[in-house]
Nanobody, 127 residues
Framework: QVQLVESGGGLVQAGGSLTLSCATSGRTLSTYAMGWFRQAPGKEREFVAAISGNGANTYYADSVKGRFTILRDNAKNTVLLQMKSLKPEDTAIYYC????????????????????WGQGTQVTVSS
C-alpha cells in the first residue's frame, strides 16, 4: 500500500509558474512508476506526464510538452511537476498516481494502469 499526497496548487496568472509536489509513503518509491493526470470541469481525466521508476525516462502529453517537467527524488519519496508558461486551459485538478512495477525503465501514460491515486490539488490559471 502507498499513500500519495499532492500539494503546491493554487491560483496563478497566465504565463506564470507553479510546482506541484507528490509526497509518497509506504513502499520504496523506486518500485513505482509515477504519473500526473488532470481533470478540468466537465471533462474527462487526461494524462499529463509520466516518469519511470528510476527516473531515466519521461513522457509528456503534447499539450504540456516543453512547458512541464516531471522529476522524482526517490531518496525523498517525492515526485514533482514543474509547470511554466501556464495557460488558462491548464486549469484543472491535478492528480498524482503510482503504479507498482518491476521494470524500472518503463513509464505509463494510461490511467487504467495505475494502482494508487492522490486526492488532487487545484490549479487555476487566470487570463
Amino acid at each position: 500500500q502507498v499513500q500519495l499526497v499532492e500539494s503546491g496548487g493554487g491560483l496563478v496568472q497566465a504565463g506564470g509558474s507553479l510546482t506541484l509536489s507528490c509526497a509518497t509513503s509506504g513502499r520504496t518509491l523506486s518500485t513505482y512508476a509515477m504519473g500526473w493526470f488532470r481533470q478540468a470541469p466537465g471533462k474527462e481525466r487526461e494524462f499529463v506526464a509520466a516518469i519511470s521508476g528510476n527516473g531515466a525516462n519521461t513522457y509528456y502529453a503534447d499539450s504540456v510538452k516543453g512547458r512541464f517537467t516531471i522529476l522524482r527524488d526517490n531518496a525523498k519519496n517525492t515526485v514533482l511537476l514543474q509547470m511554466k508558461s501556464l495557460k488558462p486551459e491548464d486549469t484543472a485538478i491535478y492528480y498524482c498516481a503510482a503504479k507498482i512495477t518491476y521494470y524500472s525503465t518503463t513509464y505509463y501514460s494510461k490511467d487504467v494502469y495505475y494502482d494508487y491515486w492522490g486526492q488532487g490539488t487545484q490549479v487555476t490559471v487566470s487570463s
